[in-house]
């Protein structure tokens, strides 16, 4: 029966909606094309999270459907012949294609290129052989000590870049441990929880901090050292609790980790160029954006070095993920989807947030975006949400109660880059998953816990910060 539903509940929960009349739905006035889109996110999210299909099959499903069922370019007479405004706004069927080579795809595949280098050249194994050395032999140790490098790179640096990076590291790590031993697991799902914890403790950490920044202007503006006085707490705070939470869940059975890493650094010309495009590729993460080179332009450098000088082979693009890329590009095409048909905007405006208390608002607003950021991309999340909840909060006068408007936006921001429950929330997630050392099911369960209890740790010091007069 279980076997049955599974393969059942994302075609019956979908067609429901479709063949529902549209004022059946709690939302209001909803014209075919977004009606359409619920249907197909219905179909994605229990596709996802039940796993009827593999993943990377359902993202081409989501991008096939909406060319069909949503594009200017769809089925004849299913996007045409319909009442003025009863339809609702095609979308260009370019602009879904496009999703194949979104930038943050473009991001990943330079993240691919320097993972794939770094293991051709041992760079990998050195750098985890002096990174590592530090936490000793016990698991736990060594476990904290990959979240904190993790996080810290996240803190200036792509979150893609710095997990794809550091799963590389992690291969030697999984080495020692048994197949079915639960600290894969743990050690596995420790990047990119630290990678997407780590990116919300600067304002260059993460889309949404700068989205954020947009807001929090004039008498509400903060600096960047005002937001690492509270992100970075945040941070080392969490990043505690996942560690504990992946301890718990996932307690390794080997007890001492002796990683006999051996080697050296390779001297020859293409390992020192691959050194040098690390430190390249790195640098331009850095302190690209004041030369007006963003992160996603930086990731294709590596792939035309490393093609050009032949360190990356016709053969070695053979063992690229293409899955990852192509899972990835399903869950542009769905937050893509919900924005150009207008159904992300009026589900929001469906809530009444300016009839609500300050601290109900506080609550749904945020409770909201992270559940909308585990099913689209945090970006898209910030970009609809808090434009919406800017005005509204400045339109409450009494919203001084809960810390005023900086606290609600931080709240939402915040709540935007908890949302990681799922390997379609975040590319971090996407990337671990690809390892195959995790499935979705464990996944959820970490990325659950720790999207709610950061939600409460962000609560408690939005209201300390209240209480000593920060916000």
Known sequence: MKSALKYLLPLICPLFVLLLPRDALPIPDLTVLEQRVIAIFLLAALCWILEPIPIY???????????????????????????????GILMSYKQIMATFAAPIIMLFLGGFFLAMAASKYRLDINLARVMLHPFGTNPRAVLLGLMGITALF?????????????????????????????????????????????????????????????????????????????????????????????????????????????????????????????????????????????????????????????????????????????????????????ESTGLAKHMVEAIPFASFSPWLLLLLASLVSLLMANFMSHTATANLLLPLVAAVGAALPNLVEVGGLVAL???????????????????????????????????????VLCGLLGLLLCYLMLLIMGWVGYL
């Open 409 to 447: 936006l931080l709240a939402v921001t915040f709540a935007a880059s908890l949302g990681m429950s799922l390997p379609i929330s975040t590319p971090p997630n996407a990337l671990a998953h690809a390892t195959g050392n995790v499935d979705t099911r464990q996944m959820a369960k970490v990325g």
């Open 57 to 87: 099959a359902t993202s081409v499903l989501i991008i096939v459907l909406e060319l069909l069922l949503l594009s200017d370019s769809g089925i004849k007479p299913l996007v045409s012949g319909y009442p003025e405004g009863q339809l």
């Open 154 to 338: 996240s803190m200036f640096m792509s979150n893609t870049a710095t997990t794809a990076m550091m799963l590389s590291i992690l291969v030697p790590v999984l080495g020692v441990f048994a197949p079915q031993d639960p600290g894969r697991i743990a050690f596995t799902l420790a990047i990119p929880l630290a990678a997407n914890i780590g990116g919300i403790g600067t304002p260059i950490g993460t889309p949404p901090n700068a989205i954020a920044l947009r807001y929090l202007t004039g008498e509400h503006a903060i600096g960047f050292a005002e937001w690492m006085v509270f992100g970075v707490p945040f941070v080392l705070v969490m990043m505690l609790v996942a560690w504990w939470l992946l301890c718990w869940l996932f307690p390794a059975q080997q007890q001492v980790i002796r990683l006999e890493i051996r080697g050296r650094f390779l001297k020859t010309p293409k390992a020192w160029l691959v050194y040098a495009t690390f430190l390249l590729t790195l640098g331009l993460w850095l302190f690209g954006e004041p030369l007006g080179i963003n992160s996603y332009v930086v990731g294709l450098v590596p792939v035309a070095i490393f093609t050009v000088t032949r360190v990356i082979t016709k053969e070695d693009l053979k063992t690229i993920s293409w899955d990852v890329l192509w899972l990835v590009s399903g869950g542009i095409a769905l937050g893509l989807a919900m």
